[in-house]
């Protein structure tokens, strides 16, 4: 499954390269300075990169977080593991440390292969790729994109522990997302305490930590260790309350 | 003489749900398992076998009571106790898309001590050795199951907990499944036992438990339990006076009487009348009196049986 999902993400960053330089092939002749010539380019055609990879992968991850948890109860594999002297704490520890581990190799290789896709289409493009301070964006772009994702694999670890499933703990997931998105979306035309309300939000912070991954930031973004705190938080809470449950929890037939 | 105790519980008591309207799985179970006995447990659907299996292995956590295992109290350090022990699950819990033997290397990895060469052995001894290779998917419930016993045998235990490990079986594999319980047995292996087949716990078991509705009902020896059922039952008006009637007499080889006041006699057969007769003299009522050549299975009725028009009587 793992392997599914890597695809799906190299074809979300491949895809849109593919169809712009065909686009851009057809129309360079005609329109010579387009300007989006510069989601071929580097190093502004890898904030493409960078919004595909958590934008799609915030699902991908969840759904790999929680198959790898909530199968296991739907299998019984779970009881013939922890029947054998397994502890609980370190069978759910295991758990984490293996997706966010499979999570960081597949977030790696899927911008690896970014990079080198945009590389190529820099080069048939033509013109001098301006490497300047690439390295640093490049790296702090690959954490928040990473801490992004953490967030959702300890939400759906928390919600396929509580559900003893994975569907479930998929279909909720989404739903938090979804729910968070329409909420934000709504409070943030408000005013007063409601207008509050969203920087507390895994979409809105993740929003904001996404938007200093373009070369040119918005001005009014949130500092990004305001958006860093709220979305550790979520996750420590996600991540407590997975090993609160899991410790307890009845391991019926 | 802890040493000995290889399964104790102690006022064990399991209730899902809300302290008050809950489900009372188990109430208040007290259970002891010798070494090397071989530990029937059995009951009705849905009496609280597997649940109670489910405790000991650390799967549900009691409300109350406590559990040892070798001596040790549970709660003090499970998973190293479980590692000297193992157990056959049921529903055979396997990953589907690994295959036999992959998934004896995936649980063999959980445990201590399993030795190279031990998987091909226990697939052997199970007779999977051919489909070792083939997807778990693709087996049948009697193929799982043979690789749900060879998964318990992997780390070689001092305690094997069998839940109906003959489930999904032909007659040859419960068979088979049958000698292996007793040549375990024989090794010095610790075996708690939990089954539908009462015929198979009869020729395997020194001991048994039997539970109704979470509640131990009675338990004790095989023969012994069998035994009653070669013996005279009587149910008197009263019981007491008639036991003390009974005992001087020198053709009666034993009396006794359980906790409802049930007598029963060990006595030659045609002496039963004999036993009628003076007790009516003696003016005791005689309400029911009885004898049966009992197997297990008619032991196990008839003591599920009374205690549900036990139960019928005190909700009365």
Redesign the interface.
């Known amino acids: 499954m793992p392997y599914v999902l890597l695809l799906v993400l190299l074809a979300s960053i491949l895809i849109p390269l593919v169809v712009s330089y065909i686009n851009y092939q057809s129309e360079v002749s005609e329109y010579p300075d387009l300007m989006w010539k510069e989601t071929l380019v580097l190093p502004t055609a890898m904030e493409g990169v960078f919004n595909s990879v958590p934008g799609l992968g915030m699902i991908l991850v969840a759904i790999l977080a929680a198959s790898v948890v909530g199968n296991e109860y739907g299998?019984?594999?779970?009881?013939?593991?922890?029947?054998?002297?397994?502890?609980r704490s370190g069978y759910l520890t295991a758990k984490l440390l293996s997706i966010t581990i499979i999570a960081i190799i597949g977030v790696i290789i899927a911008v690896a292969v970014g990079l080198i896709a945009t590389i190529i289409t820099s080069m048939l493009v033509g013109g001098g790729i301006e490497w300047g301070s690439f390295f640093g964006y490049f790296i702090a772009s690959l954490g928040r994109t990473l801490l992004v994702l953490v967030v959702f694999i300890t939400m759906a670890t928390l919600f396929s522990v509580l559900l003893r499933s994975s569907a479930l703990g998929i279909m909720v997931t989404i739903a938090w997302f979804i729910g968070d998105s329409i909420i934000v979306g709504l409070l943030s035309g408000s005013t007063g305490w409601l207008a509050d309300i969203p920087q507390f939000m895994i979409f809105f912070n993740t929003g904001e930590l996404m938007a200093l991954n373009s070369l040119s930031p918005p001005d009014d973004v949130t500092p990004w260790w305001q958006s860093v705190g709220i979305l550790l938080a979520y996750s420590t809470v996600f991540i407590t309350a997975s090993y609160y449950r899991f410790q307890?929890q009845?391991?019926?037939? | 003489m802890t040493d000995n105790v290889v399964i104790k519980t102690n006022g064990l008591t399991k209730r899902?749900g809300s302290p008050s309207k809950g489900i009372l799985a188990i109430d208040d179970l007290n259970i002891e398992v010798q070494r090397g006995n071989i530990f029937g447990f059995l009951g009705p659907n849905a009496s609280g076998k597997?649940?109670t299996i489910?405790m000991l292995?650390?799967?549900?956590?009691p409300t109350s009571g406590s559990i040892e295992l070798f001596g040790q109290d549970t709660r003090q350090d499970?998973?190293?106790?479980?590692?000297r022990?193992?157990?056959v699950?049921?529903?055979?819990?396997?990953?589907?898309y690994l295959s036999g033997r992959d998934n004896l290397e995936v649980?063999a990895r959980?445990?201590d001590r399993v030795e190279r060469g031990r998987i091909d052995e226990v697939l052997t001894i199970v007779g999977l050795k051919k489909r070792s290779k083939n997807k778990v998917k693709t087996y049948s419930l009697g193929m799982r199951q043979r690789l749900s016993i060879a998964?318990a045998l992997l780390?070689n235990p001092e305690l094997l907990i069998l839940d109906e490990p003959t489930n999904g079986l032909d007659p040859e594999g419960i068979i088979e499944t049958r000698e292996l319980i007793r040549s375990l047995g024989k090794e010095g292996k610790t075996i708690f036992l939990s089954s539908h087949l009462l015929h198979e716990v009869e020729q395997v078991c020194d001991h048994v438990a039997i539970l109704n509705k979470g509640k131990v009902i009675t338990q004790g020896p095989v023969k012994e339990l069998l035994r009653r059922g070669r013996m005279l039952q009587m149910c008197v008006s009263d019981a007491d006076t008639a036991v003390s009637l009974l005992m001087d007499i020198e053709w009666i080889k034993t009396i006794e009487t359980d906790e409802d006041k049930v007598i029963f006699i060990e006595a030659p057969e045609d002496k039963y009348p004999d036993i009628n007769e003076l007790l009516v003299k003696k003016g005791i009522r005689v309400s029911e009196m009885k004898t049966s050549e009992e197997s297990l299975e008619d032991f196990f009725l008839d003591v599920i049986d009374e205690e549900a028009k036990t139960g019928k009587a005190k909700n009365a």
Do not use: I
């Open positions: 299998w019984g594999t779970l009881r013939q593991t922890l029947a054998r002297g397994t502890s307890r009845d391991l019926t037939a | 899902f597997t649940t489910g292995l650390g799967l549900v956590r499970l998973p190293s106790l479980l590692r022990t193992s157990a699950l049921e529903n055979s819990p396997f990953y589907p649980f959980t445990m998964v780390s």
